[in-house]
């Protein structure tokens, strides 16, 4: 597409409950990127895939997080278990490839209210 | 480890007064430095960014950023601010060593009044 989707762009959620927060990328964009904006706060990087390696989730928050990247486009985060702390914008990002001065290019984020 | 600081959580500017929103950065080896905006319960969107060459970059809507190794500087300039201007501005980096996340500041609020 045109640039980066992600849906559902709001969700509300009891705690306690999973959601799935879904991210297509810009066609083509090997690597994409999951980051979570608190309110108030700055952007927390949450985890990176790029191609067929490895991801790097050294920023998940707990293990009640997770992702996955099916056939190298699309991508999920499922978080288990929501807690009231995990309310935030949810934002996934897309770059061609892992060459540095890429541009990374944001979707318009996936708000996420757990009560 | 990388990391950005901006030391301003809100810039408050006039219409049509030059605007500045600075950005300070730490990297290991060479940086690439972004500059992103976002508007009101909207992503981020890209705006400009320094690779390599000039010093001075140009990007979108008039805004220009000034890189300076020596003071490890990124600032963001435009020379007339618009009201419309009014956002969150993002100064990012990341290096050239590693792994190619990008590492955020916590934002710059800008004002700007009519």
């Known amino acids: 597409g045109a640039g980066v989707s992600q849906s559902p762009s709001n969700k509300v959620t009891e705690k306690g409950k999973d959601v799935e927060l879904r991210c297509d990328p810009i066609?083509?964009?090997?690597?994409l990127y999951w980051y979570r904006q608190s309110l108030g706060q700055g952007l927390e990087f949450l985890i990176y895939?790029?191609?067929?390696?490895?991801?790097?989730k050294s920023g998940l928050p707990s293990d009640r997080f997770s992702a996955e990247r099916t056939g190298g486009s699309v991508s999920t985060l499922t978080i288990q278990r929501t807690q009231q702390e995990d309310s935030a914008v949810y934002l996934c990002?897309?770059?061609?490839?892992?060459?540095?001065?890429?541009?990374?290019?944001f979707g318009e984020g996936s708000w996420l209210t757990v009560v | 480890a990388q990391s950005v600081a901006q030391p301003e959580d809100q810039v408050n500017v006039a219409e049509g007064n030059p605007l500045t929103v600075k950005c300070t950065y730490s990297?290991?080896?060479?940086?690439?430095l972004f500059w992103y905006v976002q508007y009101p319960n909207r992503g981020l969107q890209f705006l400009l960014k320094?690779?390599?060459?000039?010093?001075l970059v140009k990007g979108s809507y008039g805004f220009e950023a000034e890189f300076n190794k020596s003071q490890t500087s990124f600032h963001l300039k435009k020379p007339s601010a618009l009201v419309s201007d009014s956002a969150l501005y993002f100064c990012a980096v990341r290096d050239d060593t590693g792994f190619q996340k990008l590492v955020f500041g916590t934002g710059t609020r800008l004002l700007v009044s009519p």
């Open positions: 066609s083509g964009h090997t690597a």
């Open positions: 990297v290991s080896g060479n940086p690439y």
């Open positions: 320094y690779i390599t060459g000039d010093n």
């Open positions: 895939f790029q191609g067929n390696s490895a991801p790097d």
């Open positions: 990002a897309s770059s061609s490839d892992t060459g540095g001065g890429n541009t990374i290019y």
